[in-house]
């Protein structure tokens, strides 16, 4: 598969709150890095983030553009409610070794009514 290909799946994954099914698309030893959030490292650990994230808010993404530059995809997106981000995606043989995504952290709680840390 392409970058583009994965990242596309990982959104399916990331729009259904599909927990294993985005998990699967990580190398053991990823490091997801929202860099509103300290950094996730390994595949179980990841796992359980996205598991406590998708059991806190309904998140879905819209994707605006795509792009790939050789082992990278990159993702521009919007949610419903006009919180925009992007997130960059290194992929080695059709895995996710590095994320690292931007958005404004403060906005999505405000939006989900979640306490401000």
Known sequence: MTPKEVLEKWIDCFNASDVEGIAA???????????????????EAIRRMFAGEFATAKMVCIVENIF??????????????GLRGCGFFHIKNNLIVY????WD?????????LPIE
């Open 99 to 102: 994320q690292r995504g931007y």
């Open 68 to 81: 790939e530059d050789g082992e990278w995809a990159i993702l521009e997106w919007k949610d419903p409610l």
């Open 25 to 43: 698309l990580y190398a053991d030893d990823a490091v997801n890095h929202q860099v509103a959030n300290a950094p996730v490292a390994g595949k």
């Open 105 to 113: 952290k403060l906005s999505f709680l405000k939006q989900h009514n």
